[in-house]
T-cell receptor, first 111, second 113 residues
Framework: GNSVTQMEGPVTLSEEAFLTINCTYT??????LFWYVQYPGEGLQLLLK?????DKGSNKGFEATYRKETTSFHLEKGSVQVSDSAVYFC??????????FGTGTRLQVFP | DVKVTQSSRYLVKRTGEKVFLECVQD?????MFWYRQDPGLGLRLIYF???????EKGDIPEGYSVSREKKERFSLILESASTNQTSMYLC????????????FGQGTRLTVV
């Protein structure tokens, strides 16, 4: 079946450091891929998305590229801020069916 | 803006009680979902619905049921609450347009004592 695997956290960084959170998926065909973010005490918000191979999603300085050959959708940011501290979830959906999530990665950014 | 509203942010219930968690969306979305979120386990799908009166089991449906009598409302029911159902519950609705995107409620933190 379809599944998403993302790196365990927490990821702890200093402000302005480079961020990578790895995400790989298993699915037949061409799912749509997403990164969601959950700030403390809140629900999930869509951060970025990509719907076909080689698409790059981007938002708020975050980027992720849909890599069909490696079945990956790694999240990157060149310079993190304290306000980026949150839990990040990688997710996929196939045929507008059900949204499948990874286990989430907690990011902690210190000044 | 799309809005998904869950009826409570925090709930405390006793073991054995019947518990209703309500979710309403205002964008005429067909698909709605209930997840529970637990540390280290991410989001696990309990039930989902792709139309009024239709429901499908997710990965962990045991101990739960759902109701979708109107398109905008999707209710999660704990028939007899147990302490292992203490969790954060998240409702989502899905735009089945060309680019599918789910919108989430703010979550309900349920504590069963």
């Amino acid at each position: 079946g379809n599944s998403v695997t993302q790196m365990e956290g927490p990821v702890t960084l200093s402000e302005e450091a480079f961020l990578t959170i790895n995400c790989t998926y298993t699915a037949t065909g061409y799912p749509s891929l997403f990164w969601y973010v959950q700030y403390p005490g809140e629900g999930l918000q869509l951060l970025l998305k990509a719907t076909k191979a080689d698409d790059k999603g981007s938002n708020k300085g975050f980027e992720a590229t849909y890599r069909k050959e490696t079945t990956s959708f790694h999240l990157e940011k060149g310079s993190v801020q304290v306000s980026d501290s949150a839990v990040y979830f990688c997710a996929l959906i196939k045929n507008t069916d059900k949204l499948i999530f990874g286990t989430g990665t907690r990011l902690q950014v210190f000044p | 803006d799309v809005k998904v509203t869950q009826s409570s942010r925090y709930l405390v219930k006793r073991t054995g009680e019947k518990v209703f968690l309500e979710c309403v969306q205002d964008m005429d979305h067909e698909n709605m979902f209930w997840y529970r979120q637990d540390p280290g386990l991410g989001l696990r799908l309990i039930y989902f619905s792709y139309d009024v009166k239709m429901k499908e089991k997710g990965d962990i449906p045991e101990g739960y049921s759902v109701s979708r009598e109107k398109k905008e409302r999707f209710s999660l029911i704990l028939e007899s609450a147990s302490t292992n159902q203490t969790s954060m519950y998240l409702c989502a609705s899905l735009d089945r347009g060309r680019v599918a995107e789910a919108f989430f409620g703010q979550g309900t933190r349920l504590t069963v004592v």
